[in-house]
């Protein structure tokens, strides 16, 4: 059973957006939080932007604040995160997470083994 499949990534010009989407299975979604993380080459995976689905408040790591937003549609279990003003640093693998049944959001962690998706790949050419 797939639970969370990510899209929307590809290649960009710095300074271009891309718009990331997230679709979760109805259970998956009503752990009540969905994140986003990436992971470039040679670097460990970094949570960059969390939503709580039931408030819709947000977190976002001090790298993309200001520049990425995350949203949701609850109609459609779909998390969405749109990359504005992409920077070639950006450049990474970009993966949608969300808790397991007993676990939670605290900020960008996510406690014990999320679930994850298969990722989807951002390029920012310079």
């Known amino acids: 059973q797939v639970l969370l499949v990510e899209s929307g990534g590809g290649s960009v010009e710095a300074g271009g957006s891309l718009r990331l989407s997230c679709a979760a299975s109805?259970?998956?979604?009503?752990?009540?939080?969905m994140a986003w993380f990436r992971q470039a080459p040679g670097k460990e995976r970094e949570g960059i932007a969390t939503?709580?689905?039931?408030?819709?408040?947000?977190y976002y790591a001090d790298s993309v604040k200001g520049r990425f937003i995350i949203s949701q549609d609850n109609a459609k279990n779909t998390v969405y995160l749109q990359m504005n003003s992409l920077k070639p640093e950006d450049t990474a693998m970009y993966y949608c997470a969300a808790p397991e049944a007993d676990g939670y959001c605290a900020g960008l962690v996510i406690s014990g083994e999320p679930i994850w998706g298969r990722g989807t790949q951002v390029t920012v050419s310079s």
């Open positions: 939503i709580y689905t039931r408030s819709g408040s947000t």
């Open positions: 109805e259970y998956t979604y009503r752990s009540g939080c």
